[in-house]
């Protein structure tokens, strides 16, 4: 057994033998509990892998007889351009990345859809501001009098799951997984990608198993990637990205990855005193876009994350 603070090099499953970088409560591929198991250098694995006896039925099945999942119902985000842009709006378990330049607008964009959409409870979580900042923003957006919508200031994320849990919130949204800090990793600070891709995984799959929808604020670098292990980008169903000018008011959402909907959409909103508000109608079945010859442009050309690079999105006149 190795002794002192050596630290493992990576963790497996017993199960499996599928091998992750930080533990798990559950294996990302054979879905079993408490099997992870870490390794450490100069120790050779054990993998203690169950052998099914003969003729023994495994999950395995021809598609033929597996039963066909059931359509997706959608609830509302509070705006129909936003519904638009993924497919028809949200459904239960949802995992969603949302990104943007500071002071774009993500947390005014995230109270309008916890207080003015459908799925109720709704729980907003910032590591980043106080309450009575939240609250302030709130009041701008004249949602001070919404049942069923709370929020919490805190920066731990077994505090922000307990909150979850005594709301029974139906949406959660967390702002931002680079504030969060975990229990499990007590001397690893907030933003540390052990940390972050811990807390993610942890928050999706929990929110998943048991159909809740969740919004997770992330970061973004320069060049228009997230902030932290790529890995993040591929635990959530869906991607999305707030673009624009921080003093101009127009603001452009693109979706970038959408499990349950399509990626070709661009929406655009405008920031006013009392928060965003749509400015174009949602257009009806076979427009592919906008008619925006008379509209308000962006400041910028909203472009797509592709490759670890962004790509600048062409636009025709």
């Not at 499990?184 to 929990?206: D, E, Q, T, W």
């Not at 990626?263 to 876009?289: F, N, Y």
Request: charged letters at 25%; proline letters at 6%.
């Amino acid at each position: 057994m190795p002794l002192g603070d050596q630290a493992p090099d990576y963790y497996y499953c017993r199960s499996c033998g599928d091998r992750h970088h930080v533990w798990l409560n559950r294996c990302l591929r054979c879905d079993a509990r408490d099997e992870m198991v870490p390794h450490f250098p100069g120790i050779a694995a054990e993998l203690h892998l169950v052998t099914p006896s003969a003729g023994a039925r495994g999950p395995e099945r021809a598609p033929k007889d597996i039963p066909l999942s059931a359509e997706h119902e959608f609830a509302s985000t509070g705006f129909l351009s936003l519904d638009y842009l993924l497919g028809g709006g949200l459904v239960e378990g949802q995992g969603v990345l949302t990104g943007g330049a500071p002071g774009i607008g993500k947390t005014t964009l995230l109270m309008h859809i916890a207080a003015f959409g459908d799925l109720k409870p709704a729980l907003y979580i910032s590591g980043e501001q106080q309450a009575s900042d939240l609250a302030r923003i709130v009041k701008k957006i004249g949602a001070m009098d919404v049942k069923d919508f709370f929020v919490l200031a805190t920066d731990s994320a077994e505090e922000a799951w307990a909150a979850v849990q005594r709301v029974n919130a139906k949406l959660v949204i967390t702002d931002s997984i680079q504030t969060l800090r975990t229990d499990r990793f007590p001397n690893k600070s907030a933003g540390n990608p052990i940390v972050m891709k811990y807390v993610i995984n942890n928050l999706c799959a929990k929110t998943k198993k048991q159909g809740r929808t969740i919004f997770i604020v992330g970061q973004v670098n320069k060049d228009g990637t997230f902030e932290g292990p790529r890995a993040l980008e591929h635990l959530v169903d869906t991607l999305l990205f707030f673009d624009g000018h921080p003093k101009k008011p127009i603001r452009t959402l693109l979706c970038l990855k959408n499990r349950n909907g399509p990626t070709d959409r661009v929406v655009r909103l405008k920031m006013t005193g009392k928060g965003l508000v749509e400015i174009d109608e949602v257009p009806k079945d076979g427009e592919e876009s906008y008619d925006d010859e008379e509209s308000e442009q962006p400041a910028a050309e909203p472009e797509r994350p592709e490759a670890g690079r962004r790509r600048r999105s062409k636009r025709t006149s």
